[in-house]
């Protein structure tokens, strides 16, 4: 939703690495989140950037192209656990928030 | 233990009877937001405040009012719930851009 665009599902296999990538508008931008929500359950906080770059944290890392509009957050030595719905969120300078719909990742054994 | 509480929890009530949908942090944030949740659409933005007093429109206002009389609440009101306004509500609150998520409200309106 809200021009925030991510694959609504996808599915990989216990212990590869998955991709999920998020496309925004970058007017107003001021940083770009990463949340991942169990369902039923609420968002829990996963990554920040607001620089061009990568930011690494453990078996999650996200990156950032401010120029292109563009994230991703990759998730190595993917467990069952992972198994969650991803969601790709713009803060702007006026300080509201944009969530996409989310990502729904099922990892397999 | 930092967090952010809300009640009710679940709620089944009919249409045009007023409720209220509390929130509550002790982490001292400043800023405090509402969202629904809708399959398919994602979380989307109601109401947001960035300190007592200082209320702004989210994507999705109509129908929905808020308060900010003091830092650590920040109700959500239906004046007159619709069976549109069915949804999984979640509050929020922050200090520098992290949101801490409520655990989630579950309405329904008939």
């Known amino acids: 939703g809200q021009n925030i665009d991510q694959p609504t599902e996808m599915t990989a296999t216990e212990g590869a690495i998955v991709q999920i990538n998020c496309t925004y508008q970058t007017s107003g931008f001021n940083g770009l989140f990463w949340y991942q929500q169990h369902a039923g359950e609420a968002p829990t906080f996963l990554s920040y950037n607001v620089l061009d770059g990568l930011e690494e944290k453990g078996r999650f890392s996200s990156f950032l192209s401010r120029s292109k509009g563009y994230s991703y957050l990759l998730l190595k030595e993917l467990q069952m656990k992972d198994s969650a719905s991803y969601l790709c969120?713009?803060?702007?300078?006026?300080?509201?928030?944009?969530f996409g719909a989310g990502t729904r990742l099922t990892v397999k054994p | 233990e930092a967090q952010v509480t809300q009640n009710p929890r679940y709620l089944i009530t009919v249409t045009g009877k007023k409720l209220t949908v509390t929130c509550s942090q002790n982490m001292n944030h400043e800023y405090m937001s509402w969202y629904r949740q809708d399959p398919g659409l994602g979380l989307r933005q109601i109401y947001y405040s960035m300190n007592v007093e200082v209320t702004d429109k989210g994507d999705v206002p109509e129908g929905y009012k808020v308060s900010r009389k003091e830092k650590r609440n920040f109700p959500l009101i239906l004046e007159s719930p619709s069976p549109n306004q069915t949804s999984l509500y979640f509050c929020?609150?922050?200090?520098?851009?992290?949101?801490?998520f409520g655990p989630g409200t579950r309405l329904t309106v008939l």
């Open positions: 929020a609150s922050s200090l520098l851009g992290e949101q801490f």
């Open positions: 969120v713009q803060s702007s300078n006026n300080n509201d928030m944009r």
